[in-house]
């Protein structure tokens, strides 16, 4: 079993700035893919970037302003958001696919972060 938090969330002006984070723990053996996902009100869950290894995939909405790292010595994820944009504005989840010693990989979401680009 394992769990995920993040953090990093809130209420920013348009062109701002936010780095989200992603801290997993609990039985880990390793970590495959680790990604963000996010939902505006009204809308489905939507990719918005995700990592496994040095391959990385970013949605074409964010690309060129969202940057997603990973420090795999932390189980952690990053989501260095800038020029942020009122069509940001959603609740950001975490996902990783973990696989905990001696068994399968499973997916695991965090709670969400909320993201508010507003003036």
């Known amino acids: 079993q394992a769990q995920l938090v993040e953090s990093g969330g809130g209420l920013v002006l348009p062109g701002g700035s936010l780095r989200l984070s992603c801290a997993a723990s609990?039985?880990?053996?390793?970590?495959?893919?680790m990604g963000w996902y996010r939902q505006a009100p009204g809308k489905q869950r939507e990719l918005v970037a995700h990592?496994?290894?040095?391959?990385?995939v970013y949605a074409d909405s964010v690309k060129g302003r969202f940057t997603i790292s990973r420090d795999n010595a932390k189980n952690t994820v990053y989501l260095q958001m800038n020029s942020l944009k009122p069509e940001d504005t959603a609740v950001y989840y975490c996902?990783?696919?973990?696989?905990?010693?001696?068994?399968?990989?499973?997916?695991?979401w965090g709670q969400g972060t909320p993201v508010t680009v507003s003036s």
């Open positions: 990592i496994t290894s040095g391959r990385i």
């Open positions: 609990g039985s880990i053996s390793s970590i495959n893919d």
């Open positions: 996902n990783a696919e973990i696989i905990s010693t001696g068994r399968n990989m499973n997916s695991y």
